[in-house]
């Protein structure tokens, strides 16, 4: 994921670009741009706008100065559950009033957490600066909030870049400071003391980073020893020099936090970010556009093959009504002419364990020899068979009944017909023998 980081100070924006997955970390570059009547906050946002490439998520880090904290204790440990009873809890407890306030919160531990808010209508102007330039910013925070995620920085420290003061406790942020004065360093030691004797258990150091770390580092009474942000050796290939590491560690905390979801955001309630819900949206209506264009095509498609399969049936419906009356030219039309057929096959077939009329008709076709003309006529009812044919003598007639003598068990030559030419008609019947398996 790559993350813009804005952070929007007095006098100056900078701006950078990281490339957070996992423990990999890239660094894209950042820029510096001055505040001034001549160059006004909307102005650096359209520069801003106008540089990006690509969809990195945007955040916009405004002054620890527009928030304010507080340490509560809440029965919960879901962090969402927190967010919801915050407002209530708040109520009453801080003089602005909760509807114009945008609140979340950081875990300390132990059912503890440094409640923050801020006004809604500061935080809107921001964003709608940053809107209309082209770069609205998906998460609204201050960087003080994710010093902890500053590399190289012990678990328990006071940390400190001239303009806020953050402690640091196992890891977490217990508590900020934002400083409007020219002189940090008095600040500090009040801020500190006033901790003190709060009840306040200071961290062993104070570790100071940005580009007022040289001038803070000069003497100064202090109860803490001072000690500068050092560049890990694994970020020098990044960050280059020392001078660059000072100026974008602040920047590169933020991206580290909000990669690891512990950033807080502001961007919530009537502040909430909906163009990601509204691009997410859109992408929605073309998937069900498109979801919807393949269901027509199937049921289209559906429906062509449900069309050519009943016009194929209707063909084949009027092939076999065509066969039934070239098989059976003397039969009224049946009802159901394709179960008329199968019945007349299996007929043919014979039934199981009896004489196949296929069989029978071979043998009776082998039996006839040359003297039979032919046999235009032959059932089958069981055992009972019944056969027509015409033959050129009686003398034929007789001779094909001998040879049918090793089918059939019992023979009778019914009706001979003569005929004008000598040859006959005749009519034969009989009982064929049983088929041993």
């Known amino acids: 994921m790559d993350y813009l980081v804005i952070q929007v100070e007095s006098q100056r924006v900078l701006a950078a670009r990281f490339g957070v997955a996992g423990s990999s970390l890239s660094f894209s570059g950042a820029a510096e741009f001055a505040l001034n009547e001549e160059q006004p906050l909307s102005a650096v946002a359209g520069r801003i706008a106008a540089g990006i490439k690509g969809s990195p998520r945007i955040v916009l880090c405004l002054s620890a100065a527009l928030f304010a904290q507080r340490t509560v204790e809440l029965p ?22 909760v509807e114009e306030a945008v609140f979340d919160v950081l875990p300390i531990g132990n059912k503890r957490y440094l409640a923050l808010w801020a006004r809604k ?26 010093w902890s995620f500053l590399p190289g920085l012990p678990a328990d ?14 890891d977490r942020v217990t508590f900020t400071r934002a ?17 003190e004797l709060s009840g306040v258990t200071l961290p062993p150091r104070l570790v100071l980073f940005g580009g007022q770390s040289a001038l803070l580092a000069e003497d100064f009474p202090l109860s803490l020893p001072k000690e500068s942000l050092k560049m890990p050796d694994a970020l020098a290939p990044l960050f280059k020099t020392d001078e ?4 974008l560690a602040g920047l590169l905390a933020v991206a580290r936090a909000c990669q690891a979801g512990a950033l807080p955001d502001f961007r919530r309630s009537d502040l909430a970010w909906t163009a990601g819900d509204a691009a997410l949206f859109r992408k929605m209506i073309v998937t069900a556009a498109l979801a919807a264009v393949a269901v027509i095509l199937l049921f289209t498609y559906k429906g062509l093959q449900y069309r050519a399969m009943k016009t194929d049936l209707a063909s084949l419906d009027k092939s076999i009504a065509s066969l039934y009356r070239e098989v059976f030219p003397g039969r009224i039309k049946a009802v159901d002419e394709v179960a008329e057929i199968k019945g007349e096959i299996r007929k043919l077939g014979g039934a199981e364990g009896g004489n196949s009329f296929l069989e029978v008709l071979k043998k009776l076709a082998e039996a006839k020899g040359n003297t039979i003309n032919g046999l235009y006529e032959a059932e089958l009812e069981g055992t009972s068979l019944r056969v027509k ?14 040879a049918l003598a090793p089918l059939m068990g019992t023979v009778e030559l ?3 017909k003569s005929r004008p030419d000598g040859s006959v008609t005749f009519t034969l019947a009989g009982t064929l023998k049983e088929v041993k398996k």
Do not use: H, Y
């Open 414 to 416: 019914g009706e001979v």
């Open 157 to 170: 420290a006071a940390v400190c870049d001239g303009a806020a003061l953050a402690v640091i406790s196992g």
């Open 121 to 146: 209508a500061d935080l809107s102007r921001a964003i709608e600066t940053f809107r209309e330039a082209g770069c609205e910013p998906q998460v609204v925070t201050s960087s003080p909030f994710a």
């Open 389 to 402: 044919g015409d033959a050129g003598s009686a003398q034929s007639v007789n001779e094909f009944k001998s």
């Open 179 to 195: 400083f409007n004065a020219d002189e940090p360093q008095k600040l500090i030691a009040a801020t500190l003391a006033a901790l």
């Open 244 to 247: 660059a590491f000072q100026q």
């Open 76 to 97: 919960l440990d879901n962090l969402r559950k927190v967010r919801e009873v915050l407002p209530g809890q708040m109520q009453g407890e801080i003089a602005l009033p």
